[in-house]
């Protein structure tokens, strides 16, 4: 009981936070907005390690089960995580922007980000890094659909008719995810792993097998459970200060967005670094690609399906801006999963791309 209430302390602390944070909320938001931003970067910075507790369970569970499924585990977790933060802040003074572009956010850090890091650092130390290429074009295809459909197409979507194609949204993602996932987990299976050759000894201590085998699947489950609750309790405690904070201040509108995002990916970008310095580039591409096509094939019936419920339609369609940077990002991911191997050149690209979204979000582009 002591160990694992050692292991588990960033639980421990992310109560006594939400505790607090229920006690002192009325005192933060009167003391002002230099008060409130602190607070709310004091809960985003707790939500971060509770969501790597989160994640570092589902890879407990991934490792248990192995390839395909495992991936498929760390990317749910993180989408769990993102649509309940999503869900808990469209309840408040919300823009009707948030949901497209935390999404957007989301697939540009996964893609560029966590994909373009991991393969610039697994390059640099390991050179050409095999993995399925089955994997990648498969990924790709189905994001551009689900994006082109759920937040390119709606810009010509009347306004009046709005909550049809809602509805027609919410039914093709269905589809979508249902036959992928029947591909990820049946007889397609085989388009999702890679056989590595057998690892050394000196790979084997690295990779954390003892703990792995000492952890209860049921534990684990129970951790991510009680992790994905305090990140809700956290986070509607969260957009309440940074509301506060950030009002009037002529911050970019799509910050709020990228804090979700980022919440979400910062446990995946951990686990990817780790794949690539191990040179395990088929878990990279599940876990970044895997994770950009679940968030948007997951979130978005989600959320939609909370708009038609409270009659509160949000903007979907992207911004010609977004528009660019998704298509470049998605042709050059094409050209570059395309050969069944990476290199740091390839991640270099994808990186430049994350850091032009960067500067755009900076501009408030």
């Known amino acids: 009981m002591t160990s694992l209430i050692k292991q588990e302390k960033f639980l421990l602390v992310a109560l006594f936070v939400a505790i607090a944070a229920y006690l002192a909320e009325h005192a933060v938001l009167e ?49 769990a995580v993102e649509v309940i933060i999503l869900a808990i802040l469209m309840n408040s003074d919300a823009s009707p922007t948030l949901v497209r572009d935390t999404i957007y956010s989301a697939v540009i850090i996964d893609i560029n980000g966590i994909l373009g890091l991991a393969a610039l650092l697994g390059g640099l130390r390991h050179g050409e890094q095999p993995y399925n290429d089955n994997s990648g074009k498969t990924y790709g295809v189905m994001i551009l659909t689900a994006m082109g459909i759920s937040m390119i197409v709606p810009e010509f979507v009347p306004a009046d008719r709005w909550h049809y194609y809602s509805a027609f949204t919410i039914c093709a993602m269905i589809a979508l995810y249902g036959l992928f996932l029947r591909m990820q987990v049946g007889p397609h299976s085989y388009f999702f792993s890679y056989s590595y050759p057998r690892a050394t000894p000196a790979a084997d201590a690295q990779h954390p097998q003892q703990e792995h085998s000492e952890s209860s699947t049921t534990r684990s489950i129970v951790i991510i459970l009680i992790g994905v609750v305090l990140i809700g309790a956290l986070a509607e405690f969260m957009s309440a200060f940074i509301n506060t904070g950030l009002e009037g201040s002529g911050a970019p509108p799509a910050l709020m967005a990228v804090v979700v995002a980022s919440i979400s990916a910062a446990p995946e970008i951990l686990t990817a670094l780790r794949a690539a310095l191990r040179n395990r580039m088929q878990a990279v591409v599940n876990i970044a690609m895997g994770a950009s096509l679940s968030t948007v094939i997951l979130t978005v019936p989600v959320m939609e399906a909370i708009a038609l419920y409270t009659g509160q339609p949000f903007i979907m369609a992207m911004t010609p801006v977004q528009t660019v ?34 500067m755009l979000t900076i501009l408030g582009l």
């Open 31 to 79: 003391a002002g907005k230099l008060v409130s931003l602190i607070a709310a970067a004091a809960l985003i910075g707790v939500i971060v390690l509770v969501s790597t507790r989160v994640a570092h369970h589902a890879e407990i569970l991934a490792h248990k089960v192995g390839d395909p499924y495992g991936t498929m585990i760390l990317t749910l977790s993180a989408v």
């Open 325 to 358: 940077m998704v298509t470049i990002t998605l042709i050059a991911a094409a050209i570059n999963l395309n050969d069944g191997e990476t290199n740091a050149i390839e991640g270099m690209t994808h990186f430049v791309l994350f850091a032009t979204f960067l």
